[in-house]
């Protein structure tokens, strides 16, 4: 099949383009192949399995680098907020039960398409770091003075570290690692899950805090903190202090990741329409770190080197 002559889709923020095609949406990679291909579908197996709704695979051309899946069609849940946001709470009161279900998820090992097994990995701590340090690998370089930002780098890495050693829960949970509303679509009045292919078992909060500080829908701290309280509403056995704890942690960590891999999505990709959700990026990160004492030593170090007026200005 000539994927040229097919219109392609608006795409995400991986290496991944989209066809729609015979009411099937085929997914080419060029790169990164065995992540945005196999893993892909391997991801969507293990949650078909476990009743959620994701892409069935319709045919793998794993040669040609593409595969054919099933199309949940044009619009995601944000968009549907977007047009309708008086429906916003019952959207997200629906996605949490969607939630809780995908957090049951005990499935760790899955037959691939190649016959291979994919097992799922853990979100180590060593990942998280690393994860951080992309705002230190990318960010960085392009606000910082050449001279001042190994001294910077070393102080976010201890800080990182610190905050890191400071969450309680363990690597137990499916992690979805992307979940939000611009992942979440509808087929047949039913949610159905997309983007699935970095799935680890990690923290319980992870997707917690991707969900509700989601840098790309703006939503008030009432809000928030509305939505927090109906997760912790259908999870009474658990420890909410520890959980806020690790939610707060993980949210600001995600959320610095964030700005990096935007930033490296523009210098190294030239994909620059991310870059104008930095400055709200930088918004969020500060609501969980103002007036927070685990964040004392973080603040302290992003407010000497990052200005205001840095946070919110976003260029190429």
């Known amino acids: 099949m000539n994927l040229s002559k097919l219109k392609s889709l608006s795409g995400d923020a991986s290496f991944r383009k989209f066809y729609r095609y015979n009411n099937t949406i085929i997914v080419a990679s060029k790169k990164e192949i065995k ?20 892409p069935k695979l319709i045919r793998q051309n794993y040669k040609f680098k593409n595969i054919q899946i099933e199309d949940f ?99 137990k949970t499916f992690v979805h690692r992307d979940f939000h509303v611009s992942n979440l679509m509808f087929k047949n009045k039913k949610l159905c899950l997309i983007d699935s292919q970095d799935a680890v078992f990690g923290n319980i909060a992870y997707d917690v805090a991707s969900l509700i500080d989601d840098v790309r829908l703006k939503t008030s701290i ?61 918004k969020l990160i500060e609501q969980r770190t103002e007036k927070n004492k685990k964040f004392i030593e973080l603040k302290a170090v992003l407010d000497k080197y990052f200005s205001k007026k840095k946070r919110n200005k976003y260029e190429n």
């Not at 992540?35 to 994701?54: P, V």
């Not at 944000?78 to 996605?95: G, S, T, V």
């Not at 960085?140 to 309680?168: A, C, E, G, H, R």
Request: hydrophobic share 40%; no cysteine; glycine share 2%.
């Open 35 to 54: 992540k945005n291909l196999l893993i892909y579908d391997a991801i969507n197996k293990i949650l078909i399995k476990n009743k959620i709704k994701a």
């Open 73 to 171: 069609g044009n619009f995601t849940v944000y968009q549907e907020i977007k047009k309708n946001n008086k429906k916003k709470l019952i959207y997200y009161k629906n996605i949490i039960k969607l939630l809780n279900l995908i957090q049951k998820i005990k499935t760790k090992r899955i037959k691939t398409f190649l016959g291979s097994i994919y097992k799922v990995p853990k979100y180590s701590k060593r990942i998280l770091l690393n994860e951080a340090k992309l705002f230190l690998d990318w960010y960085v370089p392009k606000k910082i003075k050449k001279k001042n930002q190994t001294l910077l780098k070393k102080k976010l890495i201890l800080v990182f570290k610190s905050l890191i050693n400071k969450i309680k829960f363990s690597n």
């Open 222 to 282: 009432r809000f928030k903190q509305d939505i927090f309280e109906e997760y912790i509403k259908t999870n009474k056995k658990m420890n909410i202090e520890n959980f806020k704890n690790d939610f707060e942690i993980l949210s600001v960590l995600r959320n610095l990741k964030i700005i990096g891999i935007f930033t490296r999505l523009s210098t190294r990709d030239k994909k620059n329409n991310y870059l104008k959700l930095i400055p709200y990026a930088w």
